[in-house]
């Protein structure tokens, strides 16, 4: 029986905690498959990129294609211009992409083009906020998917009610989980917050990168006149996304705050780390979607500054709340979990056993793919490519 060739691409941090456990259930049992990691690059330099495939133990990547930075328009368009030649090149049956980035919606552009399946690890989450660049990649890279994913009931709702076809979804759980359960031991044994001299439920952890609450001064200083209120009880602990540093060096109350010691500015942590700091503190607070579901899982309080959310179990179920950027909404969210934080639950399939479940679906594949044989499929590509 010929190989079932499954390509997975990874371009940005969140792409490597969801293709981990993939790759290692792909590896406990590996016939009837060969596969291929593409990096594309999206975040490249060592600190947002290296350190968590070593991390993780994802092998090291079969191609770098090395986009770099640009515009949403020169980023996705440079991915698929180095993209496609791979794809003709090595011929997969399946490119399996994950989340929600440029990276994503790329290479599923190039792959449906070529006429080969597509895989949408992560689909259906919607914010229903298209002014998200996330949110048009979602929605593009859903409708270009034969094998759709999903972490939440909700995604079955939001595909079908898009017009997909039902045998076509699959609700498999969360991988991004699977990640946390099989590093939290690990990341515990650590001590994180020991090596900072903090004290577990002694802190809050922060982090903001959205573009929306960091590229603007004022909107920015209006978050830290909150986060300043907030800062009075626990120590506010931020490691530091690199687009977030200049704003921080023009913020006044940043400045003031971190003066009185009440926000620690740390450099970005390796995956491990910041699992082993998040699990001891008192309250996270974030702009970013994976957060939402970790805290969830860990049971620590979440406060979102982000006016919807794609992941809306997190808040039916775990430990999320939606407080936006007004500062009198984020306070009340504080004081909330604060005086309040009472029991939740973890949602349906996020067990640690997504990645198993996503590999049966592609034994299932494999053995189903009788109808169209290598050498047609090898023609259609020559076809398509000349």
Not at 2 to 30: D, E, H, S, W
Request: with cysteine; net charge neutral; proline share 6%.
């Amino acid at each position: 029986m010929t190989a079932y060739r499954l390509l997975f691409v990874v371009g940005a941090r969140p792409n490597f905690m969801k293709v981990a456990p993939i790759l290692r259930a792909l590896q406990q049992q590996p016939a009837p498959f060969q596969w291929r990691l593409v990096h594309t690059g999206q975040h490249y330099d060592a600190a947002m990129s290296d350190v968590f495939f070593q991390q993780l133990g994802i092998p090291h990547p079969d191609d770098h294609l090395g986009v770099g930075s640009g515009s949403h328009a020169q980023q996705t368009a440079a991915i698929m211009a180095a993209f496609e030649p791979l794809v003709l090149e090595w011929r997969p049956d399946l490119v399996v992409v994950v989340g929600d980035v440029n990276s994503t919606i790329a290479c599923a552009l190039v792959a449906a083009k070529l006429r080969i399946g597509v895989a949408h690890v992560e689909a259906g989450l919607r914010s229903f906020d298209r002014d998200m660049p996330e949110e048009i990649n979602r929605l593009l890279t859903d409708q270009l998917s034969d094998l759709l994913f999903t972490t939440e009931e909700s995604a079955f709702t939001n595909l079908t009610r898009e017009g997909v076809a039902p045998e076509k979804i699959h609700f498999v759980g969360n991988v991004m989980i699977d990640t946390l359960l099989t590093h939290l031991d690990g990341a515990r044994a650590l001590q994180v917050p020991a090596r900072y001299g903090l004290t577990r439920g002694g802190y809050a952890v922060l982090t903001l990168h959205r573009p929306s609450n960091v590229d603007d001064d004022q909107a920015f200083e209006r978050l830290m006149g909150a986060l300043a209120e907030i800062a009075r009880d626990p120590t506010l602990v931020f490691p530091v996304h690199p687009r977030t540093r200049p704003v921080i060096a023009r913020s006044r109350l940043a400045a003031s705050l971190i003066r009185d010691r009440r926000l620690r500015l740390l450099d970005p942590l390796g995956y491990v780390e910041f699992v082993g700091l998040m699990c001891e503190s008192r309250v996270v607070i974030t702009d970013s979607g994976g957060i939402q579901e970790e805290t969830t899982v860990l049971g620590i309080p979440c406060l979102t500054m982000r006016e919807n959310t794609e992941r809306p179990v997190t808040i039916s179920h775990g430990t999320n709340r939606l407080v936006g950027t007004n500062p009198q909404r984020i306070l009340a969210g504080w004081r909330e979990v604060r005086d309040h934080h009472g029991p939740t639950r973890i949602p349906a399939l996020w067990d640690g056993r997504a990645a198993s479940r996503i590999v049966e679906v592609f034994r299932r594949r494999a053995d189903d793919r009788g109808a169209a044989s290598f050498t047609e499929q090898a023609a259609a590509l020559h076809e398509v490519g000349s």
